[in-house]
């Protein structure tokens, strides 16, 4: 799976109406006010760059035209663009299809982040050390871009020719990333198409229900504010106000540099913040996650009725993926408190009906729908992470157990609370609560955390997390880890493998009886992280700092930023990559086996597809056997799988 044929690297500026932040790529480029304003493109090992300007009468700016620029697209046989969906999805609605097929195309965006370094093109020139884009770029984009305050576009000759100038040097930073990442191999090139092929597809929608959810947005708001106004004593009436926010966590002593969206993120982790400022701060966090707002934002994307941003490649350092505008990766799953087909009956029919927020969470996944003719499948494989952090620290009592159907997280909740005989079916919000001991336990998660999560967990009864203390969480923290000896010695053993390797130059490290193994490379201050399947996470600048914690650096929030790494996180992140390399290897599968089922999703463990209505229960069970094959670089990993087909998503 290699390309044929001359290289082409391209960039393009646009103008529209439409706010491409809002509406994303593929909605900003369907607009009929969207227009190529300048093209800039170069063949690879020749030192002349070509542009070409496409506003009327500003066409002589360019040393070349837009007829040219196409005519090089259907020549090219390899053609390179930084995030080229953007590129792609403009050029194909308003120039035309100009031999852009998807085997032709590679992203310098996606080959930066299988290598956890930024996607930005700004900050990946920066980690790389190469000349980056032009520091007046950004005020000529904006200039140009949209309508000014009159309405009209900006046409100024001069800017244009700046813009023309700006353009080429994006590119020449383009050729000099791609000659410093490496390619994306065969199997991941694989990957990466078949997400593109799944976002061209797109998640088909009920608009109306997303109508309905969004209308409710004000109503939610206010929910939200009483909440805050509670959790505050009523020091904050809103989230808006963030001046006030930010008063009331430093008088708990949490004193936050910020308020934006990653950093809040980020503080959440921290395991020694007092209960309540965790509380308000996850209430800031969700607050721009609502119901309403994530459906409004699906009515701004959608192109023809379909989500066509549901899956980035490569969105987490593990390899999974995740969503551009909604992430339909963390949509709660339903509460299980409502029916939600009654619920979504009265959205359509009584809509002026109060509704609270934990009803149009519980019904947002329903807005995606299957067309007329299909059903949907929705497949995943059952407790893949517990089943991997098993394998990999050589439990087989437990993982015997499980190949023989024993349900652990169930057996943790009624050990917990005290229910004998509590099963998946009898208890499912609790045995759901209680996954965080199994999955949070095992990656070594401290009580302050665990307790939040608890605390905060609308899965478990309101008497049992009001009632439930510090000390409770406390022992049930210990008597999972005095349970769990052979995860306790996982841990150990994957920190001392890591800090080892850096003391062994060249040579590798192994753990876990060798299922993973570290690496350090001293030409490039760099460690990977070998996983059994073969490939690599890599780490950069490792180091051992004066508090004996290990640290890192790797792309987080848009630049390269230090981490923390300890036993349990080299589990976490090894699992949660492992189990991504086996749901891409079924979808591979079910792709070849299954011609007549579309892939259009994948959540994490679970795969989303539809199917013709007629043999959909079918494929269904042809699926889960797919899903249950031994993977052969993983032997001895038992593996399940279960599903249900609808006409909506469910869970």
């Not at 040097?169 to 694989?190: G, T």
């Not at 993982?399 to 509590?422: F, H, K, R, V």
């Not at 630049?559 to 992140?573: C, D, H, Q, T, V």
Request: glycine share 8%; aromatic share 8%.
């Amino acid at each position: 799976m290699t390309f044929s044929g001359p290289k082409l690297y391209i960039d393009v500026e646009t103008r529209s109406r439409t706010d491409l932040k809002a509406a994303g790529a593929r909605r900003y480029s369907a607009d009929p006010t969207t227009r190529i304003t300048t093209a800039s493109w170069r063949w690879d090992n020749d030192p002349a760059s070509w542009d070409a300007c496409n506003i009327p009468g500003l066409e002589h700016l360019g040393n070349s035209t837009m007829a040219a620029f196409l005519m090089a697209l259907t020549h090219a046989g390899h053609i390179v663009a930084h995030h080229i969906n953007f590129d792609v999805s403009v050029i194909f609605a308003t120039l035309g299809l100009a031999g852009l097929t998807l085997e032709k195309l590679d992203c310098t965006m996606a080959r930066a982040q299988r290598m956890s370094l930024p996607g930005g093109l700004d900050e990946l020139c920066m980690a790389l050390g190469v000349q980056g884009k032009s520091k007046e770029g950004y005020r000529l984009v904006m200039a140009t871009c949209k309508p000014r305050k009159d309405g009209m576009f900006n046409e100024d000759p001069d800017v244009f020719k700046q813009l023309l100038a700006y353009n080429v040097q994006d590119v020449r930073c383009l050729q000099s990333v791609d000659r410093l990442l490496p390619p994306l191999p065969p199997e991941e090139l694989a990957i990466w198409r078949r997400t593109w092929r799944k976002n061209s597809i797109g998640l088909p929608l009920d608009l109306e229900l997303c109508q309905r959810i969004a209308a409710k947005r004000q109503e939610v708001e206010n929910q939200l504010s009483r909440d805050l106004r509670n959790l505050t004593g009523g020091a904050v009436a809103t989230v808006s106000q963030k001046a006030r926010i930010k008063a009331w966590l430093e008088a708990q002593g949490v004193k936050i540099p910020n308020l934006q969206r990653a950093t809040v993120e980020q503080w959440l982790d921290s395991e020694d913040m007092p209960f309540d400022a965790w509380q308000v701060l996850n209430h800031l966090f969700e607050s721009g996650g609502s119901a309403p707002t994530k459906a409004q934002t699906l009515l701004d994307r959608h192109v023809g009725g379909r989500f066509q941003d549901a899956t980035r490649y490569f969105g987490a350092r593990s390899g999974r993926g995740t969503s551009e505008g909604v992430n339909m990766f963390n949509i709660a799953r339903p509460s299980g408190k409502h029916d939600t087909a009654k619920v979504i009956h009265r959205l359509k029919t009584e809509p002026d009906t109060v509704f609270d927020n934990t009803e149009l969470s519980d019904v947002l996944r329903g807005s995606v729908v299957a067309p007329p003719g299909c059903l949907l499948l929705d497949v995943d494989l059952s407790n893949i992470e517990l089943r991997l952090s098993l394998w990999f620290a050589n439990d087989r009592q437990k993982l015997d157990l499980l190949g023989g159907g024993q349900d652990l997280y169930a057996a943790t909740a009624a050990l917990g609370m005290g229910i004998p005989g509590l099963t998946k079916h009898t208890h499912p919000k609790e045995r759901q609560a209680y996954k965080k001991v199994v999955l949070s336990g095992g990656y070594q998660i401290g009580v302050p955390r665990l307790y939040a999560a608890f605390k905060t967990d609308k899965d478990l009864p309101f008497e049992y997390r009001r009632d439930l203390t510090y000390a409770q969480v406390a022992a049930i923290h210990a008597g999972y880890r005095d349970a769990n000896w052979l995860l306790q010695n996982c841990w150990k053993e994957l920190d001392q493998a890591a800090r080892a390797a850096l003391f062994n130059r060249g040579a590798i490290v192994p753990a876990c009886g060798g299922k993973l193994s570290f690496l350090w490379h001293r030409d490039v201050d760099r460690l990977d992280l070998m996983l059994p399947s073969g490939r690599v996470i890599p780490h950069y600048t490792p180091r051992v700092n004066e508090n004996g914690e290990f640290t890192f650096y790797r792309a987080k929030y848009g630049r390269m930023l230090e981490s923390k790494a300890f036993g349990g996180s080299w589990l976490e992140i090894a699992c949660q990559s492992a189990a991504r390399d086996i749901l891409t290897g079924i979808e591979a599968q079910v792709e070849a086996e299954l011609p007549d089922v579309v892939l259009i999703l994948d959540i994490y463990d679970s795969i989303v597809a539809l199917a013709p209505a007629g043999v959909a229960k079918e494929r269904m069970g042809q699926i889960i056997n797919i899903m249950r094959r031994p993977v052969a670089w993983a032997p001895g990993l038992p593996l399940d799988a279960e599903g249900y087909v609808a006409e909506r998503m469910q869970k």
